[in-house]
């Protein structure tokens, strides 16, 4: 596995790249072109800019999260071919610059979901929290406004202004699209960008919905094991694959993450690890990353990860925000760097483990 960072440029984040690059075995960066809207045909210049600033620092550019979907074609209207030729159009320059990875999620309007970004726990740091009974309360507008009250003055990925000014509009754009629809609108999507991807060898690696259940009625396809093979399979191309996210995924305790693993072999081609402590079914915050500090065994997560042989790269996820830090929520430098110590740590010890046997 590479160890990486996600960053999101230089004007949105508060992490430099000189800071990434002090923490002992990143390698590279996982970011994207910050303020360009979903649907939107990337520039080449600008693609090139970002590479070479990255690589300046001594870090390289592992991948990006994310080329955001538009809405149309996750809703199947009849524009989505046109916004399709600018995936492939943009996918065809990152190709270009040698870029091979691409997260991106298909959920219909939001990208994750919270009730509070800044819970306070007993160690005096802030996480982000989800309380089902919480969202049922409220409406997606107010949770807009609650979301972005509370980001420290940063844009949170997802839930850019731009997005949450179309609110009503998008979710009257899915009245007619259920679960099955959704997924067929995936396939589409998938088969039509696979021979750009065969041509550079760009992996495509899906995140999953979080939290992996139906929010604000809105169907949600990608949500545990049998969902993920049933995506892969149903586009079985070796571009095609998953964005192993543990907090994702673990946000239903069901979920096994380590099988999940295991039966995902060869089609994981990014892994987000971070640990969740659960309350209550629906309810859960996210702890830090060290298995007894949560309800996960990171252990078995990342034994599961070296035993399929995964060489992609790798990431602490969201982290607490800790030591009086101001930073964009889950995005400090702070306690994402410890969990990329404390990951790294781990895959040593499994390494050794396994050559001594
Ligand atoms: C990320 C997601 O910050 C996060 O929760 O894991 O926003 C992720 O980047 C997207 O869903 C991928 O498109
Ligand atoms: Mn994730």
Not at 64 to 78: Q, R, T
Request: charged share 25%.
């Amino acid at each position: 596995m590479k160890m990486t960072l996600r960053w999101f440029g230089e004007s949105y984040d508060s992490v430099s790249l000189a800071q990434i690059r002090q923490i002992p075995g990143v390698q590279g960066v996982i970011t994207t072109l910050y303020d360009m809207q979903a649907g939107e045909d990337w520039d080449a210049a600008r693609i090139a800019a970002m590479k070479q600033t990255v690589e300046a620092s001594g870090l390289e550019v592992s991948g990006i999260e994310s080329v955001n979907i538009h809405d149309a074609i996750k809703a199947g209207l009849p524009e989505r071919d046109q916004y399709i030729e600018n995936y492939i159009s943009t996918l065809e320059k990152l190709g270009q610059q040698g870029i091979q990875l691409v997260c991106y999620n298909f959920m219909p309007v939001f990208d994750w979901t919270r009730s509070d970004l800044a819970k306070v726990r007993s160690d005096g740091s802030t996480v982000l929290f989800y309380d089902q009974t919480e969202i049922d309360k409220i409406n997606p507008e107010t949770m807009f406004s609650q979301i972005d009250s509370k980001s420290n003055g940063f844009m949170l990925p997802g839930w850019e202004p731009e997005r949450m000014a179309k609110i009503r509009e998008l979710f009257a754009i899915y009245q007619h699209v259920d679960a099955e629809k959704l997924f067929e609108n995936l396939v589409y999507f998938l088969k039509a960008i696979m021979p750009v991807c065969e041509k550079y060898e760009i992996r495509m690696a899906i995140h999953p919905d979080d939290p992996a259940w139906s929010v604000f009625g809105l169907p949600r396809i990608i949500t545990s094991k049998e969902s993920l093979l049933r995506m892969i399979h149903a586009v079985d191309h070796p571009c095609n694959g998953v964005t192993l996210c543990t907090g994702s995924l673990g946000s239903n305790p069901e979920n096994d993450i380590p099988d999940t693993i295991r039966s995902l072999k060869g089609r994981i081609h990014f892994a987000h690890v971070r640990n969740l402590k659960y309350h209550r079914p629906g309810c859960f915050e996210e702890a830090a990353h060290l298995s007894r500090d949560g309800s996960m065994d990171m252990y078995a997560i990342m034994k599961a990860l070296y035993d399929i042989g995964f060489d992609g790269p790798i990431r602490p996820d969201h982290g607490r925000m800790i030591w009086g830090e101001k930073a964009m929520p889950g995005y400090g430098l702070y306690d994402r760097a410890l969990g990329a110590a404390y990951l790294n740590g781990l895959w040593e010890a499994i390494e050794k483990g396994e050559a001594g046997k």
